[in-house]
């Protein structure tokens, strides 16, 4: 037993049996002192279920939301190592197994942050830093972060069900998405986190499989047009949100371009159609400001006409683009004196896209012959027009009637040859056609081969500019 007594005013504690005296201060700092032991659920001193420690103020403890704030602040520094950190990432070239370690680590960092920093600021400036990062990450090519971190984390605030799922009701949809109306501030971050989320899906699977090669990748590919298609619908008739239905119809275009490259033109003609028609129903859209992508969405419906072989309703389709493009252009005449030459230029390469798709048939359909009609012979042999004037042959003709110039002729030539149904520039055996045909065929090369020879003469301008039209056709 220890014992114990007063000295100097000091209370002192001698161990009994020799043991060491433990009121000495020296004893003190020579052994450590014993932790606490966790205490128990039961103990008073345990936290309560439901207990949390104190929480850091708000950000708006220290005033207005915005910079200068120190949580706004020290939120902004943090995003911006991360950002960093990842786009140098990007660039570094780092082994597969290191770069998907380091691209964890940012994953982690990025989600510390979003949980350290939501309950420190109001949610309208949470939510516009997620979508901000979100296209961020989208710019550096980090889709599945960007989708899971970003807009996914978003839209959790909504439901648990899964946007997929909802795909085909608008009624449901409108519930789910925006059970406060379409005014409500929210409206336009919801609209762009499910348009976002859809393009990241898309490059998701580029990634995994570029030439789509797989069912399930086509499958998504087609439930993430099926998605964007109904969002559109549900912000069309909102004026306000015309910007989304313009993203929307690039968005479609890009995946349905793809499609098409890989033979699926008869499923993704719905969605262009749609994206076309959008532009026409969108008020703001309808300016010239935004013709030459209308065109381009024309051209792109007609050549998957021609691709399903019906190149009647490609030609049909695109002469109805050529009258919309029209009444555009009487409109703006009206509204104003004078057109500038830039304008000038947007009308003439709109008209130049659907007079190409009006041509792509008809140079073949007005040679072709009609049952139980006669007609005459009229073959020019090409050896003999080679030493004429332009226009030598029929096809020149019709070239030089529909085109006011050498680039234009060139194009439409082009495009005439690549006519999927025909197989001229692709690598397949030639689909037997009639005698015209076959003129027209050699005529449109022969005409090919004396703008060639004549654009060789003076410049090579005109063919980089006959080119990059083809590219952007449609």
Not at 220 to 237: D, H
Not at 368 to 385: D, I
Not at 401 to 412: I, K, N, S, V
């Amino acid at each position: 037993m220890p014992s114990y007594s007063l000295e100097g005013g000091a209370l002192l504690v001698s161990a009994g049996s020799g043991g060491t005296p433990r009121g000495a201060p020296w004893a003190a700092r020579a052994r450590p002192q014993a932790r606490s032991p966790c205490p128990l659920l039961g103990d008073a001193a345990a936290p309560r279920p439901g207990r949390r420690m104190a929480e850091p103020p708000a950000a708006a403890f220290y005033g207005a939301v915005e910079p200068g704030n120190p949580v706004v602040d020290s939120l902004e520094a943090e995003l911006r190592d991360v950002l960093g950190f990842l786009r140098r990432l990007r660039g570094a070239g780092e082994a597969e197994p290191q770069r998907h370690d380091l691209q964890r680590r940012g994953a982690n960092t990025l989600f510390n942050i979003w949980n350290k920093y939501k309950p420190r600021l109001p949610d309208w400036y949470y939510n516009d830093k997620l979508l901000k990062v979100g296209d961020s990450l989208v710019q550096i090519k980090e889709y599945k972060l960007a989708l899971r971190q970003c807009y996914g984390r978003y839209l959790q605030q909504f439901s648990s069900v899964n946007p997929d799922d909802v795909t085909d009701d608008v009624h449901e949809f409108k519930s789910t998405f925006f059970p406060n109306g379409f005014r409500d501030k929210n409206a336009a971050f919801t609209f762009h986190a499910l348009q976002e989320r859809n393009v990241c899906i898309y490059q998701m699977v580029c990634s995994n499989d570029r030439n789509l090669q797989n069912q399930e990748s086509l499958k998504t590919c087609f439930n993430v047009l099926s998605s964007l298609r109904l969002t559109m619908q549900v912000a069309l008739p909102q004026e306000n949100f015309c910007w989304l239905i313009y993203n929307g119809t690039i968005h479609i275009y890009t995946i349905c371009r793809h499609l098409m490259m890989i033979g699926q033109s008869a499923k993704v003609l719905e969605y262009l159609l749609w994206a076309s028609i959008c532009m026409e129903l969108s008020i703001p859209l309808l300016s010239v400001h935004y013709l030459t992508w209308r065109a381009t969405l024309y051209a792109a419906v007609s050549q998957c006409y021609f691709d399903c072989q019906a190149g009647i309703h490609g030609e049909v389709f695109a002469r109805r683009g050529l009258i919309k493009i029209d009444e555009l252009k009487q409109l703006e005449n009206i509204s104003s004196s004078q057109q500038n030459s830039e304008t000038r230029k947007i009308f003439r390469e709109a008209t130049l896209k659907m007079s190409v798709m009006i041509f792509k048939r008809a140079v073949y359909e007005s040679r072709r012959k009609t049952k139980n009609y006669f007609r005459p012979k009229l073959r020019v042999s090409l050896k003999e027009a080679q030493n004429l004037s332009w226009p030598r042959t029929t096809t020149e003709r019709l070239l030089t009637e529909m085109f006011d110039c050498t680039a234009a002729q060139f194009l439409a030539i082009l495009e005439a040859l690549s006519d999927s149904s025909r197989h001229v520039l692709r690598p397949a055996p030639p689909v037997p056609d009639e005698i015209e045909i076959r003129d027209v065929i050699s005529e449109l090369f022969f005409a090919g081969l004396e703008i060639l020879s004549e654009i060789a003469k003076c410049s090579s301008l005109q063919v980089r500019y006959t080119f990059k039209n083809r590219s952007e056709m449609w």
